[in-house]
């Protein structure tokens, strides 16, 4: 087989020897770039991480919270369904009586071990009762003893505040709980 | 009261006096600032942000922009250990920076920074020799590249020596030559000469005789060769981080790295302000002596700021250079220095000698 050689023509000469008017046109476009970005940093599409984060989508799987009704309970009726479908295992929950004998059951204990979760999102799927959600936001929690990533449940009771981090997205944001309620994998059902 | 003033009328009193004031009011703030635009301005350059992170917990961190870098740096070369590899040769490594380091801040002994008032020049001395002097003093810069490299007992440091000399010792033969057409043009090498002359003008008092006018080729030939000198990009063959790391300084940390660090920065002062004087008139503002009420002090601040910016503008153009273009290969330096410059600096000596000749 022969081989395909592309020969690239090598421009010698006068004006290549003598450096300055390639080194020109490459000052051209660096101060180009230089004022623009002096005058307001407007090429840069760096984002500042801890300041400002980037946009996630509403289904993106952030940390858990577990949502309440109207009277400030929890939602969840301590069914055992997301315990039971964690591939980490990382849901600890007790089940106590509610004292409203028709809800039957709340969680005395709910702990969610954060540093074993996977963000699979197959407790949210599981619940039954749309307690346990994970449209925080929050992207990273970071602590410097173990024992703070076992968030237990007065942690993770937690009211919906819709997602702040919009800046570079056009995706419609829900306004409210009711709005964002999911579907089977966290998608807004409007 | 009376001693004070005649302490201060003392010429060597004055002179020392102008050193201080010079270095730490002028030379090493700028310097200082240098090497954190360095880093600002290449980001900008290459639409990054650039380094914005240092901050003063107690101050509602503070950030300042940035600005607080140039703290944090300092402070931690100064902490840092300063670290002497094994048979390193302690004399040497010990006193290698600050050849550098010296040979980089006496360039500015002899530079006018605005006109005299009366008695009184702001120059620290004007000595008869003139740029002589500089080229003397560049070459005893090389020395800090060369000793840094011996003495670091390290194979990567002693190649970066080796290369830092041959390409300092090499770019000094341009210096020397580029400079002649200017030192035939205003008739002297002593730097008050060659700035006064640069105050006259053509046809009347239309175009001022500054330098880059009179000798545009040296002007070229001198920045390249004083780019060159200083051993910043593109001529930075004596560091490359693929081949040999940092070269000749591979192996200072702490103190001593500022050292090496800011020496460079005050030679890019130092590459600017020659150029200042010796191509753009040096202090001396085109047309002022018009004005002809001007009160001395007045003119002289005008010269100081005049001087100043045109000093900051040629430290700018020295690292947007630096951000523009790719490095030479080592041999490529040597060829363009040895066969390009010099043909076209003896070419330019020829020419302005047959010019010079001809308008006599």
Same mark, same amino acid.
């Given at each position: 087989?022969?081989?395909?050689?592309?020969?690239?023509?090598?421009?010698?000469?006068?004006?290549?020897?003598? &450096?300055?008017?390639?080194?020109?046109?490459?000052?051209?476009?660096?101060?180009?770039?230089?004022?623009?970005?002096?005058?307001?940093?407007?090429?840069?599409?760096?984002?500042? &991480?801890?300041?400002?984060?980037?946009?996630?989508?509403?289904?993106?799987?952030?940390?858990?919270?577990?949502?309440?009704?109207?009277?400030?309970?929890?939602?969840?009726?301590?069914?055992?369904?997301?315990?039971?479908?964690?591939?980490?295992?990382?849901?600890?929950?007790?089940?106590?009586?509610?004292?409203?004998?028709?809800?039957?059951? &709340?969680?005395?204990?709910?702990?969610?071990?954060?540093?074993?979760?996977?963000?699979?999102?197959?407790?949210?799927?599981?619940?039954?009762?749309?307690?346990?959600?994970?449209?925080?936001?929050?992207?990273?929690?970071?602590?410097?003893?173990?024992?703070?990533?076992?968030?237990?449940?007065?942690?993770?009771?937690?009211?919906?505040?819709?997602?702040?981090?919009?800046? &570079?997205?056009?995706?419609?944001?829900?306004?409210?709980?009711?709005?964002?309620?999911?579907?089977?994998?966290?998608?807004?059902?409007? | 009261?009376?001693?004070?003033?005649?302490?201060?009328?003392?010429?060597?009193?004055?002179?020392?006096?102008?050193?201080?004031?010079? =270095?730490?009011?002028?030379?090493?703030?700028?310097?200082?600032?240098?090497?954190?635009?360095?880093?600002?301005?290449?980001?900008?350059? /290459?639409?990054?942000?650039?380094?914005?992170?240092?901050? *003063?917990?107690?101050?509602?961190?503070?950030?300042?922009?940035?600005?607080?870098?140039?703290?944090?740096?300092?402070?931690?070369?100064?902490?840092?250990?300063?670290?002497?590899?094994?048979?390193?040769?302690?004399?040497?490594? $010990?006193?290698?920076?600050?050849?550098? #380091? !010296?040979?980089?801040?006496?360039?500015?002994?002899?530079?006018?920074?605005?006109?005299? =008032?009366?008695?009184?020049?702001? /120059?620290?001395?004007?000595?008869?020799?003139?740029? @002589?002097?500089?080229?003397?003093?560049?070459? @005893?810069?090389?020395?800090? $590249?060369?000793?840094? %490299?011996?003495?670091?007992?390290?194979?990567?440091?002693?190649?970066?020596?080796?290369?830092?000399?041959?390409?300092? +010792?090499?770019?000094?033969?341009?210096?020397?030559?580029?400079?002649? %057409?200017?030192?035939?043009?205003?008739?002297?090498?002593?730097?008050?000469?060659?700035?006064? %002359?640069?105050? $006259?003008?053509?046809?009347?008092? +239309?175009?001022?005789?500054?330098?880059?006018?009179?000798?545009?080729?040296? #002007? #070229?030939?001198?920045? $390249?060769?004083?780019?060159?000198?200083?051993?910043?990009?593109?001529?930075?063959?004596?560091?490359?981080?693929?081949?040999?790391?940092?070269?000749?300084?591979?192996?200072?940390?702490?103190?001593?790295?500022?050292?090496?660090?800011?020496?460079?920065?005050?030679?890019?002062?130092?590459?600017?302000?020659?150029?200042?004087?010796?191509?753009?008139?040096?202090?001396?503002?085109?047309?002022?002596?018009?004005?002809?009420?001007?009160?001395?002090? +007045?003119?002289?601040?005008?010269?100081?700021?005049?001087?100043? =910016?045109?000093?900051?503008?040629?430290?700018?153009?020295? @690292?947007?250079?630096?951000?523009?273009?790719?490095?030479?290969?080592?041999?490529?330096?040597? !060829?363009?220095?040895?066969?390009?410059?010099?043909?076209?600096?003896? %070419?330019?000596?020829?020419?302005?000698?047959? *010019?010079?000749?001809?308008?006599?």
């Amino acid at each position: 087989m022969e081989l395909k050689v592309k020969t690239v023509k090598r421009v010698d000469g006068f004006q290549e020897a003598l &450096y300055l008017p390639a080194i020109f046109n490459g000052l051209k476009l660096t101060v180009q770039h230089f004022f623009r970005n002096l005058l307001g940093a407007k090429d840069v599409v760096t984002i500042q &991480y801890p300041e400002e984060q980037r946009p996630v989508s509403p289904r993106w799987r952030g940390r858990h919270r577990l949502t309440r009704r109207e009277d400030g309970f929890l939602k969840c009726v301590a069914c055992y369904m997301c315990e039971t479908i964690c591939p980490a295992q990382c849901i600890h929950i007790d089940a106590g009586d509610h004292p409203d004998f028709s809800i039957e059951k &709340y969680p005395v204990v709910f702990d969610i071990d954060e540093l074993r979760c996977v963000f699979c999102g197959l407790c949210v799927e599981a619940c039954p009762k749309q307690a346990i959600r994970m449209d925080t936001g929050v992207i990273a929690m970071a602590y410097s003893s173990r024992k703070r990533f076992d968030y237990t449940r007065d942690l993770l009771k937690d009211t919906y505040t819709p997602n702040q981090r919009t800046k &570079y997205t056009n995706i419609p944001l829900p306004k409210t709980e009711d709005e964002a309620l999911p579907n089977s994998r966290g998608i807004p059902s409007s | 009261m009376d001693v004070l003033i005649g302490i201060l009328l003392i010429p060597t009193v004055q002179a020392v006096l102008k050193i201080f004031v010079i =270095i730490f009011a002028l030379v090493m703030p700028l310097a200082t600032v240098l090497t954190l635009m360095e880093r600002k301005w290449s980001a900008m350059i /290459q639409d990054r942000v650039g380094p914005n992170r240092a901050n *003063i917990p107690f101050l509602n961190n503070f950030r300042g922009r940035g600005a607080l870098h140039i703290a944090a740096d300092g402070l931690k070369s100064f902490f840092k250990e300063d670290f002497i590899p094994e048979g390193a040769d302690r004399f040497l490594f $010990t006193i290698a920076p600050y050849f550098g #380091f !010296a040979a980089a801040m006496a360039t500015f002994a002899i530079i006018p920074f605005a006109g005299p =008032i009366g008695d009184f020049t702001f /120059q620290i001395t004007d000595v008869k020799p003139g740029l @002589l002097y500089i080229f003397a003093i560049t070459s @005893l810069g090389v020395y800090g $590249t060369v000793l840094a %490299g011996a003495g670091s007992n390290s194979k990567f440091a002693l190649l970066g020596g080796t290369r830092a000399s041959a390409q300092m +010792l090499s770019y000094e033969v341009f210096i020397g030559l580029s400079l002649l %057409g200017v030192f035939m043009v205003y008739e002297s090498t002593q730097i008050s000469v060659i700035v006064n %002359g640069q105050n $006259t003008y053509w046809f009347g008092n +239309l175009i001022p005789k500054w330098g880059v006018l009179t000798q545009p080729i040296a #002007f #070229f030939l001198f920045f $390249t060769a004083m780019i060159a000198e200083t051993k910043r990009a593109p001529f930075d063959a004596p560091e490359g981080e693929s081949e040999i790391v940092a070269g000749y300084f591979l192996e200072y940390s702490g103190m001593r790295f500022a050292a090496f660090m800011l020496a460079e920065y005050i030679a890019l002062v130092g590459v600017s302000v020659l150029v200042v004087t010796l191509f753009f008139g040096g202090y001396h503002i085109p047309w002022l002596h018009l004005w002809e009420s001007a009160p001395q002090w +007045l003119v002289s601040l005008l010269q100081f700021m005049k001087f100043t =910016i045109f000093t900051f503008f040629f430290c700018w153009l020295q @690292l947007q250079i630096r951000w523009t273009v790719p490095k030479f290969r080592f041999d490529q330096t040597m !060829a363009l220095g040895w066969k390009k410059l010099l043909p076209v600096a003896l %070419g330019n000596v020829v020419v302005t000698a047959f *010019i010079i000749l001809i308008a006599n």
